[in-house]
């Protein structure tokens, strides 16, 4: 069963908080926004190419302009590596 929304998860009070998390859950950036309030980075799977129907999906999103350290941490989803990316083998 996979979750459809954001789900807070922690707050970062440094990049080498963050450097952790984005690590720890195995997750690669790939896409920087900026909003009103600062930079909000999302990262999704490291192995996505791998497992194309992973989910995971993490958001990191600077609470103020003049606090350049503090991330509020958001999660979407989970791993599933259920599925490897299919070898298409054609018998033709
Ligand atoms: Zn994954």
């Known amino acids: 069963m996979s979750r459809k929304s954001w789900i807070f ?3 970062c009070k440094s990049p080498t908080d963050l450097d952790t998390i984005v690590e720890q859950y195995e997750l690669t950036k790939f896409r920087t926004e900026y909003t009103s309030v600062g930079v909000k980075y999302t990262y999704r799977c490291a192995l996505c190419k791998k497992f194309p129907s ?3 999906q993490l958001q990191a999103k600077q609470l103020s302009m003049t606090d350049v350290d503090t ?3 958001s999660k979407f989803g989970k791993h599933d590596h259920e ?3 299919l070898t298409t083998r054609n018998f033709c």
């Open 9 to 11: 998860e922690t707050l």
């Open 54 to 56: 992973c989910a995971m």
């Open 71 to 73: 991330f509020e941490i």
């Open 83 to 85: 599925k490897r990316a």
